[in-house]
């Protein structure tokens, strides 16, 4: 609703839900802080993005999102399995390798993905429309 958008942000009024067994789900009693705290970073909504595309394995991850650092990518899978936004599955193979997928939570943020995918598309649009009009 474009109505809802243009207000202040003052004006809007954000509360928390008290969580089913009294588990903590808010840092600091923030929202906002909670979800960053989640899913903020440089490579944990990229993680997220090729996740809820599919079930992915360590190497895959690494490869989808330009060779990140082993230590970095471990940690934020670490950070969004703790999280409980995605599951770690260790699979019988001989390699005994290990796949990602996202849980029922991590399912739930794809529209705030979506939608921030959307975002950066208009900005790649504005950037190339600008770029144009200098070369014109």
Not at 50 to 73: I, M
Not at 88 to 113: C, F, H, L
């Amino acid at each position: 609703n474009d109505k809802e958008l243009g207000r202040a942000m003052t004006t809007i009024q954000f509360r928390t839900k008290q969580p089913p067994g009294g588990i903590p789900t808010t840092v600091k009693g923030c929202p906002m802080r909670t979800a960053m705290g989640a899913i903020g970073g440089r490579w944990k909504p990229l993680v997220m993005l090729y996740l809820l595309q599919q079930p992915r394995g360590f190497g895959d991850l690494q490869r989808c999102c330009d060779d990140v650092a082993n230590k970095t990518l471990a940690t934020q899978l670490r950070e969004l399995e703790r999280d409980g936004l995605i599951s770690r599955t260790v699979n019988n193979d001989a390699r005994r390798s290990v796949s990602y997928a996202p849980t029922e939570d991590g399912v739930a943020i794809q529209p705030v993905i979506r939608a921030l995918v959307e975002w950066g598309n208009r900005r790649l649009e504005q950037a190339k429309a600008a770029r144009e009009a200098l070369n014109a």
